[in-house]
Structures are given as structure tokens and as C-alpha cells.
């Protein structure tokens, strides 16, 4: 069974930084792109961010640029999202989810997610 | 970025009613558009991808249509463990989006 685990989350102070990470395993885990997408308390879902399976091609959305960056070490099955200047608008549980391809650009779904990771920012 | 939106946002049904939800695109998105299920507390879980093609697992209740910018989310008989939240999401371009959603609740 394919299983993503996330773990990082927490209450930090606005300005702050905060890794996330995400273990997965039932599947060979460098042959898929994997993703982060957030829901802020009672909102929608948004595609954050996101890398291929070989750890090129990042992908993020314009509210987090220069701010977060992803990455991964295929040899710890482990997807991170390192979290810079935090804002209060970044407060949102973060779920980590394996793409359907190893390039991130040409995955067609997110399947399956992790149980999340509650990011609150607040001071 | 491709907008997508859902109709209705909520809905109110009983067990055994048709409930039937509407995705629409910004653009025209050819077939690649998903269905995800959130209940609360819990995950989203994929039930429909590429517009019509039922995950392994999911019941057959769920079906899915369209093409272009207009799809449909329909469930023929809805159970008790159906009532949760429907997101659509594009999938034909990036960044991926995804619509509102759609919260079906217990008449």
C-alpha cells in the first residue's frame, strides 16, 4: 500500500522558518514527481509546490516564491519543503502527494495524500 | 492561471437521491480534469481522474463526464458515506487548480 507521512508542522511566529517533510513508501519512490498542497482553515485546496522525481523542475506558486523551497533525497524516500518568512497567510495544514509521473510537469493527478501538517503562524 | 469553479457550493441530500455536481473551466481543458472526496479531519482522496475514469476502489455509484470546460460530478445513489466535500481540479496546465468545492450534507 502507497503511504505518505508528513511531519514538521507547528505554531511559529510570523517571520519565522519551518521544514516539512514527507516519507512515502509502497512505491518506488524516485520514479514519481512529488507534491505540496495546503488548505488553510476552511478554505480550499492549493497546489504549492511541487518536484520532479529526479529532484529537478521545482514548481511554485507566485505567493510562496522565494520564500519556500522544495527538494528531495530519494535515498530517505523523503520530500521536504523548507518555509522562510513565514506569514500569518501561510497558516493551512500542508499535505504532501505523490504524482502520477517522474516529471512534475507532465503529472496528471495527486494520488495519494498524506495526513497533513498543521502550519500555524502567529505571534 | 486556468479559474475553475463549482456549483452548486453546498447541497443538502438524502440517502438514495441523485446528486449531481458541476465543474467549470476558465479555458478549455480537454478531458484532464479530476475529482477529489475530503471528509472532515481527513485527507482528499482521489475518486475520478482524466474526467471519467474511476479509481481502483471507488464504488461505481460515482461516474464522470464532460470535456472542454464543462464536467460533471454525479452520484447515482448517494450513501451515508458519501457526505463530504468534491473538489475538481485541472490538470492540463500549470500551476494546477482547483475548484472551490462542492459541500454535500445530510437533509
Known amino acids: 500500500e502507497e503511504q505518505l507521512v508528513e511531519s514538521g508542522g507547528g505554531l511559529i511566529q510570523p517571520g519565522g522558518s519551518l521544514r516539512l517533510s514527507c516519507v512515502g513508501s509502497g512505491f518506488t519512490f524516485s520514479d514519481y514527481a512529488m507534491s505540496w498542497v495546503r488548505q488553510a482553515p476552511g478554505k480550499g485546496l492549493e497546489w504549492v509546490s511541487g518536484?520532479?522525481?529526479?529532484?529537478?523542475?521545482?514548481f511554485y506558486v507566485d505567493s510562496v516564491k522565494g520564500r519556500f523551497t522544495v527538494s528531495r533525497d530519494n535515498s530517505k524516500n523523503t520530500v521536504y519543503l523548507q518555509m522562510n518568512k513565514l506569514r500569518a497567510d501561510d497558516t493551512a495544514v500542508y499535505y504532501c502527494?505523490?504524482?502520477?509521473?517522474?516529471?512534475?510537469?507532465?503529472?496528471?493527478?495527486?494520488?495519494?495524500w498524506g495526513q497533513g501538517a498543521l502550519v500555524s503562524v502567529s505571534s | 492561471d486556468i479559474q475553475m469553479t463549482q456549483s452548486p457550493s453546498s447541497l443538502s441530500a438524502s440517502v438514495g437521491d441523485r446528486v449531481t455536481i458541476t465543474c467549470r473551466a476558465s479555458?478549455?481543458?480537454?478531458?484532464?480534469l479530476n475529482w477529489y472526496q475530503q471528509k472532515p479531519g481527513e485527507a482528499p482522496k482521489l475518486l475520478i481522474s482524466a474526467t471519467s475514469s474511476l479509481r481502483s476502489g471507488v464504488p461505481s455509484r460515482f461516474s464522470g463526464s464532460g470535456s472542454g470546460t464543462d464536467f460533471t460530478l454525479t452520484i447515482s445513489s448517494l450513501q451515508p458515506e458519501d457526505f463530504a466535500t468534491y473538489y475538481c481540479q485541472q490538470s492540463y496546465n500549470v500551476p494546477r487548480t482547483f475548484g472551490p468545492g462542492t459541500k454535500v450534507d445530510i437533509k
Open positions: 502527494a505523490k504524482d502520477s509521473t517522474a516529471f512534475l510537469y507532465s503529472s496528471r493527478e495527486f494520488d495519494p
Open positions: 479555458q478549455t481543458i480537454n478531458k484532464y
Open positions: 518536484i520532479s522525481g529526479s529532484g529537478g523542475s521545482p
